[in-house]
């Protein structure tokens, strides 16, 4: 039987390891190209030893946001192209802030495998990621690799092209009550006729205020106005505004998931939680440059 072509995007954080591990995974076969429109740089590579298995090395980014470059081509390739799979590299020194990302990516209905790199550093450090726990609690499988020293790489690309011919989806994160409401609200109203498995993540996004995604989907004004009230809801009980909510939860979850998996040896004298709450204080300073 001849099988279908599997695409799998590479995506995670800049610096994460993303080219090194495209460079091992395709060898000499790639070429770059550009994406239309923007000076990002974009390559594909067939994965070693596969058939009809291409591999695309992705611009860097910290969240699925519509504000850069990186972010519009990451985003764009994700929601137009759907890929068949995502290998979301995760820089294992750097967990919460590359986990964040990862709570983006398991909502947009497109079969995720975590390739945690970095793991030669983790291990010198003596540090201690509990895999098995970690990936059940996010419901997505998770290969530990080095891409540097070419340790679980064959694997992980294995395992996300088993998963991206499944083509299941991973359960997306929960978020609290009030805020679950209102997108289940949402999604009654607005998303019905998106594909099923992206439904959770334009939800998401209405939530949000996203004025691309808005547009996008000539959502009838009435109803925008009547999701208003909504959101403006769940504001007033969390008392702050609905972006900001959302990445509240999305790091309230990461914190507590790493909490029961991750055993750093050198704390830096605070605990895994302060460390995130000052995350969560300083998010502002995370927020996109308009310029
Ligand atoms: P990208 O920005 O995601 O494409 O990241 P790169 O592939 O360019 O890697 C960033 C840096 O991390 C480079 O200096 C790599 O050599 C290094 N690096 C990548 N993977 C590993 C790894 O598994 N272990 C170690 N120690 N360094 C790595
Ligand atoms: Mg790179």
Same mark, same amino acid.
């Given at each position: 039987?001849?099988?279908?072509?599997?695409?799998?995007?590479?995506?995670?954080?800049?610096?994460?390891?993303?080219?090194?591990?495209?460079?091992?995974?395709?060898?000499?076969?790639?070429?770059?190209?550009?994406?239309?429109?923007?000076?990002?740089?974009?390559?594909?590579?067939?994965?070693?030893?596969?058939?009809?298995?291409?591999?695309?090395?992705?611009?860097?980014?910290?969240?699925?946001?519509?504000?850069?470059?990186?972010?519009?081509?990451?985003?764009?390739?994700?929601?137009?192209?759907?890929?068949?799979?995502?290998?979301?590299?995760?820089?294992?020194?750097?967990?919460?802030?590359?986990?964040?990302?990862?709570?983006?990516?398991?909502?947009?209905?497109?079969?995720?495998?975590?390739?945690?790199?970095?793991?030669?550093?983790?291990?010198?450090?003596?540090?201690?990621?509990?895999?098995?726990?970690?990936?059940?609690?996010?419901?997505?499988? $998770?290969?530990? $690799?080095?891409?540097?020293?070419?340790?679980?790489?064959?694997?992980?690309? &294995?395992?996300?092209?088993?998963?991206?011919?499944?083509?299941?989806?991973?359960?997306?994160?929960?978020?609290?009550?009030?805020?679950?409401?209102?997108?289940?609200?949402?999604?009654?109203? &607005?998303?019905?006729?998106?594909?099923?498995?992206?439904?959770?993540?334009?939800?998401?996004?209405?939530?949000?205020?996203?004025?691309?995604?808005?547009?996008?989907?000539?959502?009838?004004?009435?109803?925008?106005?009547?999701?208003?009230?909504?959101?403006?809801?769940?504001? /007033?009980?969390?008392?702050?505004?609905?972006?900001?909510?959302?990445?509240? /939860?999305?790091?309230?979850?990461?914190?507590?998931?790493?909490?029961?998996?991750?055993?750093?040896?050198?704390?830096?004298?605070?605990?895994?939680?302060?460390?995130?709450?000052?995350?969560?204080?300083?998010?502002?300073?995370?927020?996109?440059?308009?310029?």
């Amino acid at each position: 039987m001849e099988s279908k072509l599997i695409r799998i995007a590479m995506i995670g954080n800049p610096n994460c390891g993303k080219t090194t591990l495209f460079n091992q995974l395709t060898g000499s076969n790639q070429h770059v190209g550009n994406f239309p429109g923007v000076t990002v740089d974009q390559k594909i590579g067939e994965v070693r030893g596969e058939k009809n298995c291409s591999v695309v090395d992705l611009p860097g980014i910290y969240s699925i946001r519509p504000y850069t470059a990186e972010e519009i081509v990451t985003r764009d390739f994700i929601l137009n192209e759907k890929p068949d799979g995502i290998i979301n590299i995760v820089d294992a020194t750097n967990i919460e802030r590359n986990l964040y990302l990862t709570t983006q990516l398991i909502e947009i209905g497109v079969p995720v495998v975590i390739a945690i790199n970095m793991m030669d550093i983790v291990r010198k450090n003596g540090d201690e990621i509990d895999i098995e726990l970690l990936s059940k609690e996010l419901g997505c499988p $998770i290969v530990e $690799i080095s891409a540097l020293k070419n340790d679980g790489i064959e694997l992980a690309a &294995t395992i996300a092209i088993e998963k991206a011919r499944e083509g299941k989806a991973v359960p997306p994160v929960l978020f609290s009550g009030a805020v679950e409401h209102a997108l289940g609200h949402i999604e009654e109203v &607005t998303v019905h006729n998106m594909p099923e498995d992206q439904q959770r993540w334009y939800a998401v996004k209405i939530f949000e205020r996203d004025k691309r995604v808005i547009e996008k989907l000539h959502t009838d004004k009435d109803i925008i106005s009547h999701i208003e009230k909504d959101i403006v809801h769940v504001e /007033e009980e969390f008392d702050d505004d609905s972006e900001a909510i959302i990445i509240n /939860e999305r790091y309230g979850y990461v914190a507590r998931v790493l909490d029961g998996c991750y055993d750093k040896k050198n704390k830096n004298g605070l605990t895994l939680s302060d460390r995130i709450d000052k995350i969560v204080t300083n998010r502002f300073l995370a927020l996109p440059i308009f310029a």
